[in-house]
């Protein structure tokens, strides 16, 4: 069996995983896509999860031209200030602002396993990260496949993961900074069925998130102690490394991710490297989840995040 799908446009799909990740080659995102191209790289997203593109040098209005061929784009966040001018869709992802903002260097937002934003009722159906200042060494960004993690457990963890739900909150900011003001202005709290049904493929997701369940979240009914002790269960198994894909980045890189079906994992091994990191974000306005009793999301706290 050959490892590169051939599509009938001629596209190369290449798999960099057993379970996650593929490289789509015979395409030049400079140009304007029609129907039938973007469907093909919506079957591979939904197959693989996370597609990339190699050697893509877009601007910042062709990275939202992009984005938009695959739905609404939200702002940048719902948390995020200065997004580059005349594109309010778009999120830095900068070293050099982040010192300023955090008052330390980071490479990246946050280094925990994570899906995007799901302390929000609405999580972005998608993101579209693009390589721009690339470090010579250092700076991979991991993905996994939370489809295979919720198969790859158990039938009665699964059972058990089938009926519950957990609190996503943004988590807790010095109350002194201008980034703790923001988020304590607008506190974003949702309880999200721990496994929710894709709303394209039907695929049940084990939709648990480190960074924002772990933060003061809790699965609903039980105390906090048991709460942590289930969801480290199913840390570990999304973790897994069997289930992952690591992405090196070159400058003009470009990873799409399905946020309903993955969390990612940003590098935690810049800090004490001289380097600048710089990518673009852009993403794609999210549906409420829902479980695989039929019930949706409910929301706590903020309001659903919309795009344009």
Not at 107 to 129: C, Q
Not at 198 to 225: C, M, N, Q, W, Y
Not at 279 to 304: F, K
């Amino acid at each position: 069996m050959t490892s590169i799908t051939s599509t009938a446009l001629g596209l190369d799909v290449r798999p960099l995983s057993g379970h996650t990740g593929a490289e789509i080659h015979g395409i030049d995102l400079r140009e304007e896509l029609d129907d039938a191209t973007v469907a093909e790289i919506r079957s591979a997203l939904h197959q693989w999860k996370v597609v990339f593109f190699r050697d893509q040098h877009i601007d910042h209005a062709q990275q939202v031209a992009f984005g938009r061929r695959f739905g609404r784009l939200t702002p940048a966040h719902p948390h995020e200030e200065a997004p580059p001018a005349g594109f309010p869709e778009i999120l830095p992802i900068d070293s050099r602002r982040y010192a300023k903002v955090f008052g330390r260097r980071k490479a990246t937002y946050d280094n925990g396993w994570h899906t995007d934003v799901t302390a929000l009722v609405n999580p972005p159906t998608a993101s579209i990260l693009r390589g721009d200042v690339i470090p010579p060494y250092g700076g991979d960004t991991a993905w996994t496949n939370l489809v295979a993690a919720y198969q790859g457990l158990p039938e009665p963890l699964r059972n058990l993961a089938d009926g519950l739900r957990a609190r996503h909150s943004f988590g807790n900011f010095p109350s002194d900074s201008e980034y703790g003001r923001r988020v304590a202005a607008n506190p974003l709290v949702a309880i999200h069925p721990v496994v929710r049904v894709h709303p394209e493929t039907g695929e049940r997701a084990l939709f648990v998130s480190p960074s924002f369940t772990a933060k003061d979240g809790e699965i609903i009914g039980f105390s906090p102690k048991q709460s942590r002790q289930i969801l480290d269960v199913f840390y570990d198994q999304i973790s897994r490394s069997e289930f992952t894909v690591r992405f090196k980045w070159n400058p003009g890189d470009i990873a799409f991710w399905d946020n309903r079906a993955t969390a990612h994992l940003g590098p935690s091994d810049l800090g004490h490297l001289d380097f600048d990191r710089v990518l673009y974000r852009v993403t794609i306005e999210g549906d409420i989840p829902v479980g695989v009793d039929g019930r949706e999301s409910e929301l706590v706290a903020g309001e659903p995040f919309l795009g344009t």
